[in-house]
């Protein structure tokens, strides 16, 4: 009775922990998605803005060149975020899009780029919205996953450290994974083993073999790193918050 007693207390500890985390995760991805946003702008107006008049010759022709870098990037971003299954439904779907007009119209940012922004949200919306129950089982193995592998790191900063060394140590625990294809190998290992499996699928109602092709479905697009990178903004601080017991 007394082990039973104690695996229902770790569910409960794990699972009220993962509540707990999925707002950090959502902000570290909404975060993520905000920067990649920044630095599409500053890679294709500041930093590439020289190759593409070399380019092209004409200023005009280089900065309508640029809008439509800017749209297709700003698309392949907006379309990762569709296909993720982290909104919920089309309206949250719609939600976001309002913010984003808003926050453009706000922010005074020039016309042609607030159509670019246009432009690319209605290209997203080609992508179909990913199922978002298998968003939150899949953020939810993905928290425990990276949780785990902070355990054979260095100790955490902690809180108090700066912003750039939590990040910079989240960094060093996940570089030995951080090519795409190795970081989803690693993730169905940690699916697959036989004591972890079980405490996974009990945690989030879903298979394991649902979880991964979950992952694996979003390989192939072109912002995958938008997954990775949240995951890290999120392990840089996590360690530090609330400690759980591990399932490995």
Do not use: C
């Not at 200023?59 to 299954?85: D, N, P």
């Not at 780029?113 to 968003?135: F, I, K, N, P």
């Not at 993730?187 to 879903?206: C, K």
């Amino acid at each position: 009775m007394g082990m039973i007693d104690a695996h229902a207390e770790g569910h409960q500890a794990r699972r009220a922990w993962l509540d707990r985390e999925r707002d950090e995760w959502v902000r570290a991805f909404v975060g993520a998605l905000d920067d990649a946003i920044q630095h599409l702008h500053i890679m294709i107006f500041e930093e590439g803005w020289d190759q593409l008049l070399a380019e092209y010759g004409d200023e005009a022709v280089a900065l309508r060149e640029s809008v439509h870098h800017y749209e297709r990037g700003l698309a392949h971003l907006f379309g990762f975020v569709r296909a993720s299954g982290t909104l919920a439904d089309e309206v949250a779907w719609s939600t976001m899009k309002t913010e984003y007009r808003r926050t453009a119209v706000e922010a005074d940012v020039e016309i042609t780029l607030r159509t670019a922004l246009e432009t690319s949200l209605y290209a997203a919306e080609h992508v179909r919205l990913g199922d978002h129950a298998h968003w939150l089982a899949g953020t939810d193995a993905l928290m425990l996953f990276l949780y785990q592998a902070a355990g054979e790191a260095a100790p955490h900063p902690g809180l108090l450290a700066t912003m750039d060394d939590q990040l910079r140590w989240a960094y060093e625990v996940l570089q030995p994974i951080e090519a795409h294809d190795t970081f989803q190998a690693a993730f169905d290992a940690y699916l697959s083993d036989p004591f972890v499996r079980p405490i996974v699928e009990d945690l989030t109602g879903t298979n394991a073999e649902t979880i991964a092709a979950w992952q694996a479905g979003l390989l192939p697009l072109a912002r995958f790193d938008l997954l990775m990178n949240a995951g890290l903004v999120w392990l840089a601080s996590a360690v530090a918050r609330t400690p759980i017991e591990r399932p490995d």
